[in-house]
């Protein structure tokens, strides 16, 4: 078996890419936009100049992906909520979403869904706790935890234009 590689290129105006080659010589890429956004890509095995598979991801998508690849980066003391029935997800509000300006007060989660707000993360900014007069913008990323049903139903709610 071959070993792993892993190789970077700037592209000019777009980011850098980094190209990896898997010990059994599988080729992925992953295409870092200056905006935030990651594009992953995966070759053929037959032809690895030919792309078999291209997903373009928003920052908060990729860092789910991140979290889902590298659980180990938590750490241990953290709550391990699956074991207790409940999940712990980050929202990301849109732009154009209608709480886009508004309190968090006004989307009464709590009371619809049962979920709690931990926190919302603001550019490089993390707001713990925040209370019910607390104004929400295009761009943040709600930290919710509750159970299935009551993350998704605030993922609904959260997500309305």
Do not use: K
């Not at 053929?44 to 100049?49: L, R, S, V």
């Not at 699956?82 to 009464?108: F, H, M, P, Q």
């Amino acid at each position: 078996m071959g070993t792993t590689r892993m190789s970077s290129t700037p592209l000019p105006g777009i980011g850098v890419r980094y190209d990896l080659t898997t010990r059994e010589q599988r080729r992925l890429s992953v295409v870092a936009h200056r905006d935030g956004s990651r594009t992953l890509s995966a070759y053929q095995d037959d032809d690895p100049d030919a792309c078999a598979l291209s997903v373009r991801l928003t920052s908060g998508e990729a860092e789910t992906l991140i979290d889902a690849m590298m659980p180990q980066h938590h750490s241990s003391s953290l709550l391990s909520t699956t074991e207790l029935g409940l999940v712990a997800e980050r929202i990301e509000l849109a732009a154009t979403s209608y709480w886009n300006g508004r309190v968090l007060g006004e989307t009464r989660m709590r009371t619809e869904t049962g979920v709690s707000i931990v926190a919302v993360l603001r550019r490089a900014e993390a707001i713990p706790s925040p209370g019910p007069d607390f104004r929400l913008a295009g761009g943040d990323t709600l930290i919710v935890i509750g159970t299935r049903e009551g993350v998704d139903a605030a993922a609904a709610i959260l997500g309305r234009d």
